[in-house]
């Protein structure tokens, strides 16, 4: 069978038998969707795999971009997830805090990745096999600036998947870039979706911080926080200090120093530790920080001065 009607899959693509969506709900893989639709190129299947983690704007674009594909009469985007067999968390967010650790993209590994979005997908795709048996196409929303991307998941994820899938980056193809994709977008009557990631990814600019919530830094401030004590290579989620512009390797001390507001960690929905984690049965194995005051130490410096501050205006208020 011949799925590409309209030869726009590469050569390689061409003799699979059927054609699946991995959608982000960010800004590249919506371009895709759309071009898609305007070619009228209809998958079998779009997945999106949800990690639990993502920021509300993407979360809120899931029914627009729904009512866009049902108009367009392509399938829906089928939502799967990461089932924990024993751990107690839900996310990804719950499996690095409640845990002690930090996204395996703070470490060069793709490890957050193939267990939070590829495992899933490819776990709905065997339960599907009845339905989709054969080779798969797999379109994935990589755009023109991220070749270093591409390679990095076929090195690494991909390539070690499996030969059912023949993998696709239409954006790279058809060379668009991000800013072609949200032209796109907005030409199809969309309104441009946030960039889809983690909120405390780590490879998330400093200008993004400022876009999350304060509730969103808190919970990096925690992840962070709890992480510390057993990082013996990254201060943080931005890894190390990078000397060319003095960039904390930690984002909780970059706020720190920006004075951007975050909710205490005390003040968060409470996450406790993994019971069935080592470091949390053997309690904190405290090694010396990489700075002369741990973040912990400094946040709660930061809240000292913050209540004392507090107080006096109370106090002055009271006079009146
Ligand atoms: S967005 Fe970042 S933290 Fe989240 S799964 Fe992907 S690489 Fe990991």
């Known amino acids: 069978m011949t799925i590409d009607t309209k030869g726009m899959l590469p050569e390689s693509a061409r003799a699979a038998d059927h054609f699946g969506i991995a959608y982000g709900l960010g800004v590249d893989s919506t371009a895709v969707l759309v071009e898609l639709v305007r070619r009228q190129l209809r998958p079998d299947f779009i997945l999106f795999a949800d990690v639990g983690s993502e920021k509300e704007g993407t979360y809120q674009f899931l029914p627009v971009i729904q ?4 108009a367009a009469g392509f399938p829906p985007v089928t939502v799967v997830r990461y089932e924990p067999v024993r751990s107690p968390y839900t996310t990804i967010e719950g499996n690095m805090t409640m845990n002690a650790t930090l996204p395996g993209a703070v470490f060069n590994r793709g490890s ?10 490819e776990k709905w795709v065997r339960q599907h096999r009845h339905l989709y048996p054969g080779r798969i196409v797999k379109a994935i929303g990589f755009d023109a ?3 270093y991307r591409r390679l990095r998941a076929n090195d690494k994820v991909h390539a070690a998947a499996n030969d059912r899938y023949v993998y696709w980056y239409p954006l790279q193809d058809w060379g668009w870039d991000r800013n072609a994709c949200k032209a796109a977008i907005r030409n199809a009557g969309l ?4 960039k889809s990631a983690c909120f405390f990814c780590a490879n998330m600019k400093p200008n993004e911080v400022m876009d999350l919530s304060a509730d969103e830094r808190g919970r990096i401030v ?18 190390r200090r990078r000397v060319h512009d003095g960039r904390p390797g930690s984002v909780t001390e970059y706020m720190l120093r920006h004075g951007i507001p ?3 960690p005390d003040d968060l929905e409470p996450m406790p530790l993994n019971p069935a984690c080592a470091k949390a049965t053997q309690g904190f194995t405290f090694r010396p920080p990489h700075r002369r005051v741990s973040l912990t130490e400094m946040v709660a410096a930061q809240r000292r001065y913050e209540d004392a501050g507090h107080r006096q205006l109370i106090q002055g208020l009271l006079a009146l």
């Open 67 to 70: 009512e866009f594909l049902a």
């Open 145 to 147: 600036g991220e070749g």
């Open 191 to 194: 309104p441009v979706p946030p």
């Open 262 to 264: 975050f909710t205490a």
């Open 222 to 239: 925690r992840m962070e926080m709890r992480a510390e004590p057993y990082n013996r290579k990254v201060e943080g989620l931005w890894r």
């Open 112 to 121: 957050c990745t193939v267990k939070w979005k590829i495992a899933p997908q």
